[in-house]
């Protein structure tokens, strides 16, 4: 099977606005939603309990936050949202919320840099460091197609690659490959495609 990269996507870690904390380590995260840190205080907040939230999503966030974060383990009860745009406006009217969902925004709260280590330097989560793979909460989308196929599914998966393609990959929530990474892509179908840059909607 040829594998390729078709996207990438972040895990964004939110606050409401008026929170002082600013950034955590992934550990402090994963103690957070384990239910072993609780109060703000103990990260160097307002001595108020933690209110977890979660914004479920159909590009499968919760199970690689599961997986990535919390490293299989079963996360301490939580209050899901439908989506990362309600859970941002529960956030921003709860100052003791804390959530994660897709890059997203709202006036109401803040996304903190994280820290892949205690000593490490906090990265903040943007479209720049989620494409290029510094955040550390990132995951890559990969496809996979047999040497054997059609070539009708070659020049598909070509499309997704293509600048049109990586609009509908946006569209569907997932961040939009690095020119470098799209090239890779083609050249691993044996596909050729005319210069441009990738659009982007935001």
């Known amino acids: 099977m040829w594998r390729f990269r078709s996207a990438s996507t972040g895990i964004v870690i939110y606050v409401n606005k008026t929170n002082p904390v600013r950034e955590l380590s992934l550990a402090q995260v994963r103690s957070i939603f384990l239910g072993q840190i609780t109060n703000w205080k103990e990260l160097g907040g307002p001595d108020r309990i933690i209110n977890l939230f979660a914004g479920e999503s159909t590009t499968?966030?919760?199970a690689f936050f599961q997986e990535s974060v919390l490293h299989g383990e079963e996360p301490y009860p939580?209050?899901?949202k439908n989506n990362t745009h309600a859970?941002?406006?529960v956030i921003a009217a709860d100052a003791n919320a804390i959530g994660y969902g897709t890059l997203d925004a709202n006036p109401g709260v803040r996304a903190l840099s994280i820290k892949s280590g205690l000593t490490s330097l906090a990265v903040e989560p943007?479209?720049?460091t989620i494409r290029s793979r510094e955040y550390p909460i990132t995951r890559e989308v990969y496809w996979a197609v047999s040497p054997n196929a059609p070539h009708e599914a070659k020049?598909?998966?070509g499309w997704v690659l293509s600048a049109e393609g990586q609009l509908v990959v946006e569209g569907?929530?997932?961040e939009p490959l690095l020119p470098q990474d799209r090239s890779a892509g083609l050249t691993r179908l044996g596909l050729k495609e005319a210069p441009g840059a990738v659009a982007s909607s935001r």
């Open 60 to 62: 499968g966030t919760l």
């Open 78 to 80: 939580f209050v899901g």
């Open 87 to 89: 859970l941002l406006e």
């Open 126 to 128: 943007t479209i720049s």
């Open 155 to 157: 020049e598909f998966c």
């Open 172 to 174: 569907a929530g997932f």
